[in-house]
């Protein structure tokens, strides 16, 4: 079918089209519920919007609060009790359906029921008013509940995991693991001398040695200062901030449709995995041998930059060969919405990765880690809380609704929908949408500009979705696991409207 031909396909000729797609798609274990059904009751049919956004109330309150700290970034105000399953809610009375989840953290949507219903156990409330000190005085039932929440859903070949409170701080005691453990081979083993501790608490000697870590292009790893140092994508992030010499490769940059263009993207690959050596070898040769690889399965900030399987099997191979370690940060991959629990699960790996760091959709923060990443002394890795028993609870309940719902089912039965939809679109939009991509229900497409971007995301949020971009001229999706087919479907009869009636 033309492009002409294409354009006049009515809203309902492509529902009709999509509905088909998806009925190809169902997984037999999903056979039990409808997904016509929201998986969670109380849901709206759909969008209501009393007002553009932010409404008088959100704006009243933003210029309040920039009487106290910089407001800039403030959307709106939420109304975080009326919000609800895939919907939220503001305090100008406007529900908008939530295609971001709250930057990409929000695993069963709005005031899930069983969420809620933990919440009021004398368990969860005497832990979130005496919030331990995790490393020193965990609660009794701590270790039960890393069995039956983090270690339940581990990667595979990963048998230990650190706790931490958020994306960055997982990375920047990741970071550490990784230098301890490379000084800790190059001394094979000898003990530091009184002179080499001293020296180290101001910065000096063999103990504060000279290493660095290798990252990419268009990365996003975290705002701390050792992760910012790994972190490339808005100079709002790194100005005025003192950063380090690491070394900076480039990561693949695909043209699509990806089938169409196999030979172009495999020469991208292999320019860049060549960049990768000539880098291991140049910081050698400068005193500084890179003692780490981090990155994304699914450069996510940068623009939702993917890399081939084969990619990141390569850099596997590479960062071995140079005795370095592999951290994957699945921070924003993590927790099922690319249609597997881990991303980097689809990449077919010779082995685990050395180091898993995750937040977000997982609601706590951390990192998995293999038997040689292992720390043999007490407060290496340390802070006062560690973590918060109370994301671990959430977490453990996380995991038995996402088994009982078949949520990685439901990820991928919408991810079809989605990835039709948005093909279609892009036919009757072809100067406005371009280069679809994702993997499961963590998706994305490019507008021709920032400027066209920007104003897709406000005239989206104004028409009732709430969506968010990245990178220089992207729109990003990430919704919940519970967004499904009769979600993707609404959101894609919205996204047809608002390109048909703004641009």
Known sequence: MNTACRS???????RALLNATRVQHVHKAAAASSPAEPLVQGEPNGPSMKTVIPGPKSIALREELAHIQNSDAVFFFADYEKSIGNYLADIDGNVMLDTYMQISSIPLGYNHPDLMKLTQSREYQALSVNRPALGNMPDRNFVQRLHGALMSIAPKGHKHVQTMSCGSCSNENAYKVIFIWYN???????PY???????????????????SLLSFKGAFHGRTLGCLATTHTKHVHKRDVPSRDWPVASFPKYKYPLEQNV???AKEDLRCLQEVEELFKAYKNKGRPVAGVVVEPIQAEGGDVHGSPNFFRELQRITKKNGA????????????????LWAHEQFGLESPPDIVTFSKKMTTGGYYYTDEMHMSEAYRIFNTWLGDPTKIMLLEEFVKVMQRDNLLDVVRRTSSTLE???????????KLVANSRGRGTFRAFDLPSMEARDKFVNEMRNAGVQIGGSGPNSVRLRPALIFQPRHAELFLDIMSQVLRSKF
């Not at 006049?8 to 492509?14: A, E, H, K, N, P």
């Not at 039709?420 to 009757?428: C, E, R, V």
């Open 8 to 14: 006049l396909l009515s809203t309902v000729g492509r």
């Open 193 to 211: 001398t009184d002179e080499d501790l001293q020296q180290c608490l101001v910065n000096q000697g063999p103990a504060c040695p000279d290493l």
């Open 420 to 430: 039709a939809g948005l093909g279609d679109i892009q036919h009757q939009f072809p």
């Open 325 to 340: 370690a592999l951290l994957i940060d699945e921070v924003q991959t993590g927790g099922g919405s690319t249609g597997t």
């Open 263 to 265: 030979d172009y993207n």
């Open 184 to 190: 800790q081979k190059l001394r094979g083993g000898k």
